[in-house]
């Protein structure tokens, strides 16, 4: 019997198993054993996290992964190599193909006190963790020390305007980005809309400023400006899972360089998916962290592991079209389509569509759906 083992339960991992035991099924390659191994038992849908941690962004992994007869292991990897996977109990795991699928986390810039002090909004457990200290404080009593947000980029302007409807009017929310415009990183298409939504939410941003020191109830600006704060949330962009260090040929922002195939280049036997890997998109554009990338990298990934073991051709990944929804908060989003994030939508409009995402497309298909549905809406039949 040959095996798969899938490193990582997030997107790229869930959808790669749904995709590698649809074309098993298709191949008639019933002697493929398919294997997920995730510390965690459920999928987190991450990209909600900025409304709070709510049950129902936890999606539970066995039941969907028995449907497709793919073995659940729920283990905390310690290592990988192309030969095997270690576990954090020690147990050792061999493969004949692998597909890495570790994620992400956010990245904490090194700001003393910052690990100590800070939140981030990341997994499910750090962002009840936040909800936690947050229900614990009164933020409208005139005077309150202020809720800081740092980074201005998509999760920032995304956690601090849900603040502002999570927190009420009188919470006094800063916004602080070393950029000197808010969303800088997304283009100029958005800038307006963005400064429109902070205004209208009275969050106020600080461009050009980096933090320097935090403390539990103060950060302290490169400007030796001091504000009192009661909680400081880092959305200081994300940074692939540390098991990758060492392998392949990183990129600069750590992410392994995986060929057409999706294959980790420089590894033997080993593909990637999602966070941890950067592909080409299309001819000019390189995969982005996102669900958006990690799902369809998945299903490719996921085809190709097979196909590689079968020895048959494999499928090459792409992704040219590129969409992004941005919540401001208050009923507003902005819907962006291109990679120049030309807008197509927003207010209400935008609203109804980022929770058209958030609620229904990001989600995996329910296993009572049986089988067969399940791998036509992961890999329908003609593709
Ligand atoms: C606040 C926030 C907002 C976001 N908003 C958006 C958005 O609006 N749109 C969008 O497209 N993307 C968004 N993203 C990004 C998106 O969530 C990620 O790109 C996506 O989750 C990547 O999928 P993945 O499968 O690569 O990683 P993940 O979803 O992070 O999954 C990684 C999996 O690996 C497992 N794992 C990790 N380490 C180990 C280990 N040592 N042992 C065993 N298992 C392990 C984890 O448990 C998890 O199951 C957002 C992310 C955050 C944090």
Redesign the pocket.
Known sequence: MSKILI???????LWAAMSAAATRHRQNAHDIGITL????TH??V??R??EGARPEMLVPLQPLLDAIDVTFEH???AAVSSTALRTETGVMMDHDRMIL????H?AMPPVPGGAEHGFV??AYKETAHLDAHLSKLNTNIPGAPALIVVGAS??GL??ATSLRDRLGPDATIYLIDQQDVAGQSLGASLTQEIKSALDRANIQFIGGEILTQVTADQVVLRSGREIDAQATIF?TG?RP?P?VKGMGRPASDGRLQLDRNLKVIGEIGMFG????GIAAADDTHKTL????H?MPM?VVAGQNAVLDLLGHDLRDFAQPDYAT?LSLGMSNAVFTQGWDRTIAMKGTDGAAMKAQINEKWIYPPTPDVGRDAIFDAILPSQS
């Open positions: 490193a990582g339960g997030g997107f790229a991992g191994v995730s510390k965690d999928l987190c991450r990209p996290l900025y283990s905390r990897i699928a570790m994620g992400s956010v909004v990341d998509f999760s995304e956690i959305a994300l899972s098991l998916a999602g966070d941890i962290m996102s669900c958006q990690a998945g929804c």
